[in-house]
């Protein structure tokens, strides 16, 4: 867990313009800084960065955050990861826990090893002329082999000596370059074959890929896992593809390195690859934070056919109905590289466009495996269908293709419901009844709230006893003037305060409310609008308060109260009196 006051003090360090900068050229706008956005495509600049809020807003797909929500979205990355790069860019550490602190110090020596291995590869295949055939046989340019870091690794048992004079160094063995047999001789892990460097989002270099030149098994060599590389959790390319995934919404997953590397040869550049296993959910759920389209490529092999359905599977529990999963299984026996080599990019991107959708994968193959022209056939559809329709978590989706597995199997979706254990959508598409709908925009708590994210420290005048405690707007008011009088809010811009808010219930509205403020505002204007709230919320009371008294006078009023109500008719002309043409 990160202390809240470190991400404070961390976004009070970074400038989001010199992180955003980063990866997206910034032009000067005014107070602010514009661009075209880098999350979808677009020909004139909508996205904006704004120094005075810290704070990043697209006006055309409605992205918006701070330097930790900027690099999270930017990178697929996690909040953590996050945090940890934008503190090593100034030089701050990130605190806690000791394991956690005792894992980052062992894995820097390993992360220069592997770079050091990384740049004796490259200049290798500039010596090998047999390796630099192989790449220039599969069409691959200079270009795209020092963008993707292309190297060979000699034919010797120990040709690493010679960037590593310390052959010997256990952080070696323990970072997979090399390996001791049972008798104590070491010897290099990958030899005489093309190797590609597997990154991390940071660029470092945490494992390689090796490929065989000629004959010779296995045909592709992995890393083995170590502190830096957990291959399930990795893809190959993404470095080198995030930019265009991120333009065209859309990622290609491939089984192979010469995959990525031919197919971004030939301008196909939003591609990765699994790493030497089937996809995994750390896989999925990172792409698709990246895309709201995700198409898995596969040979047609028994191999293929395998890898589309864990795909399939492993895709399911990270649906959403607004996200698209597909599975392109190639025609003939060509790979992506082969395939696109021989018809060109067109004829490969014609292939894509026509994937077929993870839906009509799924029931096409259960049905294939069940035959439906028998009752036992249908019913062992159905029982073959229940645990990926109670896997599946886009809940229309699931809807529609619980309709279709139904139809197959002669029997109704309520059936087909009922023997999976599947909840009907209809009984949960209503909002909790103890939660009153949102207000609309313009009402005076949703107006408050706007206000104080733009001046938290008036939470202080806010008189919270005459909002509606059952409206969410109202909580996130309270839980700012709370944050206000024990001195835990944070000031200096939009970035700050939606970072303060993570993880908390509040958070969704807070994102939203500063999503839609946009625009500068003048302080006098602010503070009149304040007040015309503040006033707005006691003329309420007092009418409540009003309506309370007369309904009780049908039975007679103590005179208390008629001296009451007679003092609040007083008040409400009074105020009705100093609103005068009050926009609120």
Same mark, same amino acid.
Request: proline share 5%; charged share 25%.
């Given at each position: 867990?990160?202390?809240?006051?470190?991400?404070?003090?961390?976004?009070?360090?970074?400038?989001?313009?010199?992180?955003?900068?980063?990866?997206?050229?910034?032009?000067?706008?005014?107070?602010?800084?514009?661009?075209?956005?880098?999350?979808?495509?677009?020909?004139?600049?909508?996205?904006?960065?704004?120094?005075?809020?810290?704070?990043?807003?697209?006006?055309?797909?409605?992205?918006?955050?701070?330097?930790?929500?900027?690099?999270?979205?930017?990178?697929?990355?996690?909040?953590?990861?996050?945090?940890?790069?934008?503190?090593?860019?100034?030089?701050?550490?990130?605190?806690?826990?000791?394991?956690?602190?005792?894992?980052?110090?062992?894995?820097?020596?390993?992360?220069?090893?592997?770079?050091?291995?990384?740049?004796?590869?490259?200049?290798?295949?500039?010596?090998?002329?047999?390796?630099?055939?192989?790449?220039?046989?599969?069409?691959?340019?200079?270009?795209?082999?020092?963008?993707?870091?292309?190297?060979?690794?000699?034919?010797?048992?120990?040709?690493?000596?010679?960037?590593?004079?310390?052959?010997?160094?256990?952080?070696?063995?323990?970072?997979?370059?090399?390996?001791?047999?049972?008798?104590?001789?070491?010897?290099?892990?990958?030899?005489?074959?093309?190797?590609?460097?597997?990154?991390?989002?940071?660029?470092?270099?945490?494992?390689?890929?090796?490929?065989?030149?000629?004959?010779?098994?296995?045909?592709?060599?992995?890393?083995?896992?170590?502190?830096?590389?957990?291959?399930?959790?990795?893809?190959?390319?993404?470095?080198?593809?995030?930019?265009?995934?991120?333009?065209?919404?859309?990622?290609?997953?491939?089984?192979?390195?010469?995959?990525?590397?031919?197919?971004?040869?030939?301008?196909?550049?939003?591609?990765?690859?699994?790493?030497?296993?089937?996809?995994?959910?750390?896989?999925?759920?990172?792409?698709?934070?990246?895309?709201?389209?995700?198409?898995?490529?596969?040979?047609?092999?028994?191999?293929?056919?395998?890898?589309?359905?864990?795909?399939?599977?492993?895709?399911?529990?990270?649906?959403?109905?607004?996200?698209?999963?597909?599975?392109?299984?190639?025609?003939?026996?060509?790979?992506?590289?082969?395939?696109?080599?021989?018809?060109?990019?067109?004829?490969?991107?014609?292939?894509?466009?026509?994937?077929?959708?993870?839906?009509?994968?799924?029931?096409?193959?259960?049905?294939?495996?069940?035959?439906?022209?028998?009752?036992?056939?249908?019913?062992?559809?159905?029982?073959?269908?229940?645990?990926?329709?109670?896997?599946?978590?886009?809940?229309?989706?699931?809807?529609?293709?619980?309709?279709?597995?139904?139809?197959?199997?002669?029997?109704?979706?309520?059936?087909?419901?009922?023997?999976?254990?599947?909840?009907?959508?209809?009984?949960?598409?209503?909002?909790?009844?103890?939660?009153?709908?949102?207000?609309?925009? #313009?009402?005076?708590?949703?107006?408050?709230?706007?206000?104080?994210?733009?001046?938290?420290?008036?939470?202080?005048?806010?008189?919270?006893?005459?909002?509606?405690?059952?409206?969410?707007?109202?909580?996130?008011?309270?839980?700012?003037?709370?944050?206000?009088?024990?001195?835990?809010?944070?000031?200096?811009?939009?970035?700050?305060?939606?970072?303060?808010?993570?993880?908390?219930?509040?958070?969704?509205?807070?994102?939203?409310?500063?999503?839609?403020?946009?625009?500068?505002?003048?302080?006098?204007?602010?503070?009149?609008?304040?007040?015309?709230?503040?006033?707005?919320?006691?003329?309420?009371?007092?009418?409540?308060?009003?309506?309370?008294?007369?309904?009780?006078?049908?039975?007679?009023?103590?005179?208390?109260?008629?001296?009451?109500?007679?003092?609040?008719?007083?008040?409400?002309?009074?105020? #009705?009196? #100093?609103?005068?043409?009050?926009?609120?």
């Amino acid at each position: 867990m990160i202390p809240e006051s470190f991400v404070q003090e961390l976004l009070g360090r970074v400038d989001i313009v010199d992180v955003v900068e980063r990866y997206v050229p910034l032009k000067k706008a005014g107070a602010n800084y514009s661009a075209c956005c880098p999350f979808h495509s677009e020909k004139t600049p909508s996205f904006t960065v704004s120094p005075s809020k810290q704070f990043y807003h697209c006006f055309g797909c409605g992205a918006h955050g701070s330097a930790i929500g900027f690099l999270m979205q930017h990178a697929g990355i996690g909040f953590i990861e996050a945090v940890e790069d934008l503190a090593s860019s100034v030089g701050l550490q990130v605190p806690q826990e000791e394991r956690h602190r005792a894992e980052r110090a062992k894995k820097a020596p390993l992360t220069e090893l592997m770079a050091r291995a990384a740049r004796f590869y490259r200049e290798q295949l500039k010596a090998s002329p047999k390796a630099i055939d192989y790449f220039k046989g599969r069409g691959v340019s200079g270009e795209i082999a020092a963008r993707f870091g292309l190297g060979y690794a000699p034919d010797a048992w120990q040709g690493l000596e010679q960037a590593f004079p310390d052959y010997s160094d256990a952080d070696l063995v323990e970072c997979g370059l090399v390996i001791v047999n049972d008798q104590g001789r070491r010897y290099d892990r990958f030899r005489d074959r093309v190797m590609f460097p597997i990154l991390d989002q940071r660029g470092n270099v945490i494992g390689f890929g090796g490929r065989v030149i000629g004959q010779g098994e296995p045909k592709y060599l992995n890393s083995p896992e170590t502190p830096l590389f957990e291959k399930g959790r990795e893809l190959y390319g993404l470095t080198q593809a995030r930019k265009a995934i991120q333009e065209q919404d859309m990622v290609l997953v491939v089984e192979g390195y010469m995959d990525v590397v031919g197919l971004a040869q030939s301008g196909v550049e939003n591609v990765v690859a699994t790493l030497g296993t089937a996809a995994t959910d750390a896989n999925v759920q990172r792409l698709l934070k990246l895309a709201d389209r995700v198409v898995f490529c596969f040979d047609r092999d028994e191999a293929g056919d395998r890898a589309a359905w864990r795909a399939m599977e492993v895709s399911l529990g990270h649906l959403s109905d607004n996200k698209v999963v597909e599975i392109l299984q190639m025609s003939g026996d060509q790979d992506p590289d082969e395939f696109v080599r021989e018809h060109g990019r067109e004829a490969f991107l014609h292939q894509a466009r026509n994937a077929t959708r993870l839906s009509e994968f799924l029931v096409r193959e259960l049905v294939k495996r069940n035959d439906t022209n028998s009752a036992e056939g249908r019913a062992a559809l159905v029982h073959a269908a229940k645990p990926l329709l109670q896997k599946m978590s886009a809940p229309i989706l699931r809807v529609q293709v619980t309709k279709e597995i139904a139809r197959r199997a002669q029997v109704s979706q309520a059936e087909v419901e009922a023997q999976c254990g599947l909840k009907p959508l209809a009984r949960t598409r209503y909002a909790p009844p103890q939660m009153k709908q949102r207000p609309a925009p #313009s009402s005076v708590e949703r107006k408050l709230l706007e206000i104080l994210l733009h001046k938290p420290e008036w939470a202080a005048r806010l008189p919270l006893d005459l909002v509606d405690a059952e409206l969410i707007e109202s909580s996130a008011l309270a839980a700012i003037a709370d944050a206000i009088e024990h001195g835990e809010m944070p000031s200096g811009g939009f970035g700050l305060m939606l970072e303060f808010f993570r993880g908390s219930p509040q958070e969704a509205l807070i994102s939203e409310v500063l999503g839609g403020m946009v625009d500068e505002i003048e302080p006098g204007a602010l503070e009149a609008v304040f007040n015309d709230a503040i006033a707005h919320l006691r003329q309420a009371a007092i009418s409540m308060e009003i309506k309370r008294l007369n309904e009780r006078a049908r039975h007679g009023l103590s005179a208390g109260d008629k001296q009451r109500l007679a003092e609040l008719l007083a008040l409400k002309r009074s105020a #009705s009196g #100093s609103a005068g043409g009050s926009s609120m």
